[in-house]
């Protein structure tokens, strides 16, 4: 479908991280899903961005499976349908709509395919626009540089997820933002939480009176242990100061403010 992300984008040459699992290579305009067949969610999502050539185009397109995959294989319209479950975008759907703008057109309508979605809770808190805007903080940083991007977004499949129509809902996502620092490769790792959010039982989904989207900087390390994905140089480019970490390093975020770049 196309060339798919590009390891050689940034100056110092970053591999898509790799799953323990065995997964589907997916790739799309300018970016490429690494589909876990079993769970029907993305292990690992990756995405090349260039802050310069970005372009605000309008939303076109809709959500649709992937016709190179089975239907079992995806998390489709169903799961979606009737609740309160929201059909997140792993790979934004901006982050890719840049250059020509028929490229970038094409390139934004290939995130609503289903392999990039994951089931989020729906609503937003401050916590979940901040998750949400994490590139446009970290690519503001970059501008200093020479204002691209590579970003690896996932959920983190976990054994404790819960049952919910044939899937298991994530609980935890993860993401990492590269960069070419001054100093070289630069990199920050990200999670969030929304446990408190989800409570699926009985085959059934709701979303709890009180509870909260939480938001964390963690040590790409860290990252790589819960998700058993293998980050590559990622993590000796991490920028996380470790001795300004809290416990296990999970810094917890309020605001653009509190992250490390």
């Not at 185009?57 to 809709?62: I, M, N, Q, V």
């Not at 840049?98 to 309508?109: H, M, P, S």
């Not at 970003?151 to 976990?158: I, K, M, Q, R």
């Not at 058993?228 to 140089?233: A, F, N, R, T």
């Amino acid at each position: 479908m196309a060339d798919g992300y590009d390891l050689d984008f940034l100056p110092t040459r970053v591999p898509l991280p790799a799953p323990a699992q065995d997964s589907t290579e997916l790739t799309y305009p300018r970016f490429t899903v690494l589909l876990d067949p079993a769970r029907r969610l993305a292990a690992v999502t990756g995405v090349n961005i260039d802050g310069a050539l970005l372009r605000g185009l309008p939303r076109t397109g809709e959500w649709r499976l992937d016709p190179r995959v089975e239907a079992d294989q995806q998390t489709g319209a169903d799961v979606y349908a009737r609740n309160d479950l929201d059909r997140g975008h792993l790979v934004r759907r901006r982050d890719p709509g840049w250059g020509e703008v028929g490229d970038a057109r094409a390139a934004t309508e290939a995130t609503f395919f289903y392999p990039n979605a994951a089931p989020q809770a729906a609503g937003f808190n401050q916590s979940k626009e901040l998750w949400l805007g994490l590139e446009d903080h970290v690519i503001e940083y970059a501008e200093s540089t020479d204002q691209r991007l590579s970003v690896f977004t996932a959920p983190v499949l976990g054994d404790q997820d819960p049952a919910y129509r044939g899937i298991r809902i994530p609980l935890r996502f993860w993401k990492i933002a590269a960069w070419q620092g001054a100093d070289g490769l630069a990199a920050a790792g990200f999670v969030l939480d929304q446990t408190e959010l989800v409570d699926a039982r009985d085959g059934r989904f709701a979303v709890p009176p009180l509870g909260a989207f939480r938001t964390f900087q963690v040590p790409i390390a860290e990252i790589a242990r819960i998700t058993g994905v293998d980050v590559g140089p990622l993590a000796d480019a991490d920028v996380l100061p470790r001795r300004s970490a809290r416990p296990l390093g999970w810094r917890s975020l309020t605001s653009a403010a509190d992250i490390v770049v």
